[in-house]
Each structure stands twice: as structure tokens, then as C-alpha cells.
């Protein structure tokens, strides 16, 4: 016998089954599902959030220049002392280290744009300023004297010393630089002294300043008439540097065979004349130092007619401005210049500049200036410059023989 069906109904045929609904059926299985996507997409937004967290974004990036549209302008230059040439082409990148070849070079290496750039045609070069380096060639003056000119020259044990000649001519003469006499504008002569002992400091002053300037070279150098020959080729007019006692001597001492007030008359001629049979060709003296002795008219006088006696001229430095050397040398008939001016007292350029801007001064109300410098480096670079203006300004560079008993007294 078969086990009953609870499902039929207690009589009557039974009705046919219907089949749960489809929803109804699926329900448990959709939620689930809902379950599981809601925990991945809160477990990926954690991720994301976490990632973020340990990689911040980067700071956006400037914005990229569009160079065809809008191309950088230019950086003015700084003023350069030559002609700047035009913007050469950016390197090259470095190549990798394989055996490819590199390309040719191009002749300018065009930024990335749109379109091409034609290249802006090129800017004039600025004005082009001397440099310390720069040499300026001056021009220089046929028909300076041979020298040693055997009529001007009186040999002793001492060596050569100067003379006037039998026919009258004198060294201070015959050895000067040719200037026209006719030239009536102000004339300002310049000497550049203590030359002889650098070599390096005479070959500049020699090379890179204009013949009229003139060069005294100190009695203790070496190898002077080479020098001297030097800078006659190259139409300087020379001078000899004759020591004399300043003020604080000895602990203010301008070397050996110095002139000395405390010295007798025949020990100064001594030494005077050791130190004028150094070399030959110079026109005259000029004193380094002094004073002291140029104060002291007693051993002065004899020192000045020694000089005239021998056809020289005489240049009072004027190291003390109660100098009587160049009043003296006036009385006595010594052809003679007094200087106005040390222009490199303070060997920086605006004071060398303000020096030689009082000189042209003095020349302008005065007809005549002379000044007097060291070889330094920024002397002849400031000299060498400012000579190239003289002529515009109205001014004439002569050599000391030029200017020889034209100044006020």
C-alpha cells in the first residue's frame, strides 16, 4: 500500500501542481550576490583611498610654451668688450655608448613647434672697449737720433757720460722727440718713471703707450741700453731717474749713490755721475724722491749746473711742495719742466681718471701740464686709453723736450 499524499485533497481528483514563484525561488541567491558586489566595491574603495594616501599626485606641471606662437624674448647682453657673435647652437645630446653613429651637425638646432622659426637677423655688436690686454698700435716718429752719438758723449772710467758738443748741440736736444712746433693747442707731457727693474712692467709701457709719452728709467736696472734702445724704436723720448733725499731718510731710502744734503759738494758730483754713465741717449733727469734735498738750496745748485753743464734738461717732481729745484733751474738757465701731477698716487682707475681730467684742466688754462706715473698695470691701461681722446678734446700728448721752460713760474 502506498504512503498517502498529504499535498491531495481529501477527496476529488487532484489539481495539478504549480511551480514557486521565480523571484520567490531566486531571492536568497540576490541578496547574497548584492552582499558580495557592495563588499568588493567598499573593499576597492578603501584601496583606492589607502594608494592615494601613500601616492599623492604630482604638483601639476607648468604649462607647456607653445614656441612656434610664442617664442621667449631675448636676455639683453652684458656689454662685451668684442663684437658678440650670433647665438651658436645648443649642443648636441651626449650620444649612448653603442656603436651608432653620431648625425652631422646641423648649423642650428630649431626648438620643437608647429611650424618653423626663421632665425631673427643678427644684432648689431656693441662698441668694443679696450681692454689691459689690448695694445693700440700708436704711430711712432721717423728720425730719432741714433744713439750714442759720438759728438755728445765723453768716455771716462765711469763710462759714457753726456756732453754738449763742439758744434753747440746739446744732448736734451738732439735726443728728444720730434714735436712740431707750429702745433698751438695745449700740450700736456707724461712720464712714466721707475722703469728698468721689471721687465714685464717696461715691455708695456714700451709697446702699449704712444711715443710721446715719455719713460724714465731708474740707474740701477739691468741690461739699459737694450731698454733704451727698445724704446727709442719705439719713438719714446727717455729720461734717468736721479735719487734724492727725502724726508725720513734713512728709514725712507731711495737707494744707492742717493744725493745727500749732509753729503759734501765733490761726494754728490760723485755719485752723480756714476749714476749718468749708466746709459746713453737720454735728454735729461728728473729726481725720484727728494724731499728733502730739492728744499735745500746749498747742495741743490751744484748738482743743477752739473746738468746744464752737460746739455740736459731737468724735471722737478716736485715730491715737496716747497721745492725751490725748479726756481733754481730757471735762475741758473737749465732748461727745465715741473711737474703738476703723480697720477696714480692711488693706483685705482677712478683716481687715475680724476688725475689726468685735472691735467687737461691745468693744460687748457695754462698751455702746458706734466704729470708723472708709476708702470703699473692699471696706469698704462688707464694712460693708453685716454691719449685716444686727447686729439678730439683739442689736446696735443708731447714729449717733456716740448714743454721744456713753457710753464709759469
Known sequence: MSEPDFDAPASGPRPPRRPPPRSAARRPWGLLSALIVGGLLLAGGVGTVGWLMLHPPAPPSEPEVNLALTPPAA???????????????????????????????????????????????????????ATPETRVPFPTVDGLAPVPDEGLIERTAEGLLPKIGADGRKPWQVYGRPFDPNDKRPRIALIIGGLGQSSAATEAAIQRLPGAVTLAYTAYARNLPQWVDLSRAAGHEVLLTVPMEPVGYPANDPGPHTLLVSLPEAENRARLTWLMSRFAGYSGVVNLMGSRFTNEAGPLKPVLEELNKRGLLFV?????????????????KLPRAV???????????????????ELEQIAGSEGVAVGIGAPYPVTIERVAQWVLQLDAKGIALAPISAVVDKQKD
Open 75 to 129: 636676455t639683453p647682453l652684458e656689454p662685451a668688450p668684442e663684437p658678440v657673435p650670433e647665438p651658436a647652437a645648443p649642443p648636441a645630446a651626449e650620444a649612448p655608448p653603442t656603436a651608432i653613429p653620431a648625425p652631422p651637425p646641423q648649423p642650428a638646432v630649431q626648438p620643437p613647434a608647429t611650424a618653423p622659426i626663421p632665425a631673427p637677423p643678427p644684432a648689431p655688436a656693441p662698441p668694443s672697449t
Open 316 to 332: 722737478d717732481s716736485r715730491s715737496s711742495l716747497s721745492s725751490v729745484a725748479g726756481k733754481m733751474a730757471g735762475e741758473i
Open 339 to 357: 711737474n703738476n701731477r703723480f697720477i696714480d698716487t692711488k693706483a685705482a682707475r677712478p683716481d687715475i681718471d680724476k688725475r689726468l681730467e
